[in-house]
């Protein structure tokens, strides 16, 4: 990938990234280079967003080193491919953390390997950023070291419950995961909120994500009178299933949840267009476009920039945006300190309104989530223009 100072734009006021970067050019400067840990479940049934990711990571890693690194130091990011499963993500922090000797840990991409490796991370005192939304992989006295770049699954699922009942103004739901960690435990907590602010879950699933045939479990949930159904599952191949299953039973139920059911991949995956509709997924303010087809002027212009060099089409800008702004908060701490993890610490600590490309990230030494609720939206999910969609109906 080809990249110039002047196409990233580091340093000017015309950027975000640039406004959080302004990097000298020191006379004398370590050369050792930052080495960054990213585990990513490129391969495997929850892929999609860890493809995101890493084409943000590797985007953010050649522009920033094309300017010259931070303090004359490149950005050096090792990637190993933890396939969705959680042994592997061990094996590889373990690698990282003994062997690699990594200055700061960016990922996993699946809840259910980040509860897996999550202690590790801090019995090392390595500094973590991830995206996993599971609620209770963020806790400052156990894990001091983690801090998360995405919404929570209490600030998903706030999104996806108040859609429901309060937009589509449906009382009985079905609520359908897959097996990982995440799918587990997210169903259980949807279905506990849902139940709470008075709708009545009449299904709750956990799918394998490989399971070819999704016809039984959308028989019962709509004998059971489901209104709606609530996804969590990072698997495309298996929503892309259910659309499918939806049409052929010639159902008009609408499917919330999870960003998955807006990936790119979906659209190959289905045996007709129309089968996308009616799927309203998680989105953001942020890569969310209006009327006239306009991202918020900070992502206008990160597309711009990102246009012949990162693909789009197939993805979401979210996660092509977190992967950027992951790389760009362990370069900004490295900046204002040094490599060691108590530096970068310190720095992701006193983090107020970060301008990233995702969000604007706050966190404190009491507060490591770090994204804010508000700009949590759900999105049409078939209206995908280069990763961004347009708000699903209902909003203003």
């Not at 008009?252 to 991949?265: K, L, N």
């Not at 949590?376 to 961004?388: E, I, L, Q, T």
Request: hydrophobic share 40%; net charge neutral.
């Amino acid at each position: 990938m080809k990249t110039t100072r002047r196409e990233f734009a580091i340093g000017t006021a015309a950027s975000a990234a640039a406004s959080a970067f302004s990097f000298p050019c020191p006379a004398i400067a370590q050369t050792e280079p930052i080495r960054i840990g990213w585990l990513a479940a490129l391969t495997g049934a929850s892929s999609a967003p860890a493809i995101g990711f890493d084409r943000g990571v590797r985007y953010a890693a050649e522009t920033i080193n094309a300017t010259g690194g931070v303090k004359g130091r490149k950005i050096e990011v090792t990637t190993r491919d933890t396939q969705g499963d959680p042994t592997k993500a061990v094996n590889a922090t373990q690698e990282m953390i003994s062997q690699l000797k990594v200055h700061a840990v960016w990922g996993p991409t699946n809840s259910g390997e980040s509860l897996a490796i999550t202690p590790i991370m801090a019995r090392a005192k390595m500094p973590n950023i991830h995206p996993c939304v599971i609620d209770s992989l963020i806790d400052p006295e156990k894990f001091p070291n983690a801090f998360r770049t995405s919404p929570s699954n209490t600030q998903w699922n706030d999104a996806v419950r108040t859609y429901c009942i309060k937009v589509l103004k449906v009382k009985k739901v079905a609520v359908i995961a897959d097996t990982t960690g995440y799918g587990v435990a997210a169903a259980k907590y949807s279905t506990e909120a849902l139940k709470k602010d008075g709708a009545d879950v009449v299904y709750v699933a956990n799918i394998d994500a490989t399971q070819p045939d999704m016809t039984p479990d959308m028989l019962r949930a709509k004998n059971a009178g489901a209104e709606a159904i609530v996804v969590w599952s990072t698997s495309t191949g298996m929503d892309a299933r259910m659309f499918n299953t939806r049409a052929t039973m010639r159902w008009d139920v609408a499917f919330v949840g999870h960003p998955s059911m807006s990936s790119g991949e979906i659209k190959s995956l289905l045996e007709k267009p129309a089968n996308w509709e009616k799927v309203y997924a998680v989105g953001y303010r942020s890569c969310s476009y209006d009327a006239n087809g306009k991202l918020p002027p900070r992502n206008e212009e990160f597309v711009a920039q990102l246009k012949g060099k990162v693909e789009l089409s197939d993805t979401l800008l979210w996660w092509v945006a977190g992967g950027v702004d992951a790389i760009n908060l362990i370069a900004k701490a490295v900046e204002n300190g040094s490599t060691s993890p108590d530096d970068i610490i310190k720095y992701w600590n006193s983090v107020k309104k970060f301008p990233g490309y995702f969000g604007d990230y706050t966190w404190s030494p009491t507060e490591h989530n770090g994204y804010p609720g508000d700009d949590v939206v759900m999105s049409d999910a078939s209206s995908a223009k280069n990763g961004a969609f347009k708000l699903a109906p209902g909003y203003s």
